[in-house]
């Protein structure tokens, strides 16, 4: 999955992905987004996490001598008409090699959260939040009916680093 955003512009205008199910695998879909819609890009929405308060308290308490927080990649998935972003964050303590899942940044048009898992951190986004249509253009919050939506399409996620996780822990033979 690749978001597309215009040179020297941080907002998205296409998003591109190639399928990994059969029988489409190898199959391109490409979304060209209206371009009288303000769209986040990626870099927008890591401005976000860091203007994050509480995100950034954390991280920073996180962050210290001992342990070292990694900021994974934020997977951008298009969701009925809009978008949702999902960064995991990592904790690794000082002298192992292994880092540890500790959090998922979730966020979609202003609002950005982060919990301990992904299931805590998509009802706290969707359950708590208004669905109403936003001012200026930007994204309006995805509606509470395409929450089961995402949760099955990042359990998917989920289950290929599960077993990811567990091919790369058995010794090669």
């Known amino acids: 999955m690749t978001p597309f955003t ?3 512009r941080d907002n998205m205008i296409a998003w591109l992905a ?11 879909l490409f979304y060209e987004l209206p371009k009288e819609k303000l769209i986040y890009g990626p870099n927008q929405i890591s401005a976000m996490i860091d203007q994050s308060t509480t995100i950034s308290q954390q991280l920073t308490l996180w ?14 998935i298009p969701i009925e008409n809009s978008f949702l972003y999902v960064v995991p964050l990592y904790l690794k303590a000082e002298g192992t090699n292994f880092p540890q899942l500790k959090r998922v940044i979730v966020a979609t048009g202003d609002k950005v959260v982060m919990e301990p898992t992904l299931d805590e951190a998509l009802s706290s986004l ?9 001012q200026g253009g930007t994204q309006a919050p995805l509606p509470k009916a395409t929450m089961d939506q995402a949760r099955a399409q990042l359990a998917n996620v989920q289950n290929a680093i599960d077993s990811l996780k567990r091919l790369l822990a058995t010794p090669a033979q």
């Open 18 to 28: 190639a399928r990994c199910d059969f029988p489409d695998y190898g199959k391109m």
């Open 6 to 8: 215009p040179q020297n």
């Open 63 to 76: 962050d210290q001598k001992g342990s070292n927080v990694i900021r994974g990649k934020l997977i951008v």
């Open 126 to 134: 969707f359950e708590n939040s208004p669905v109403s249509a936003q």
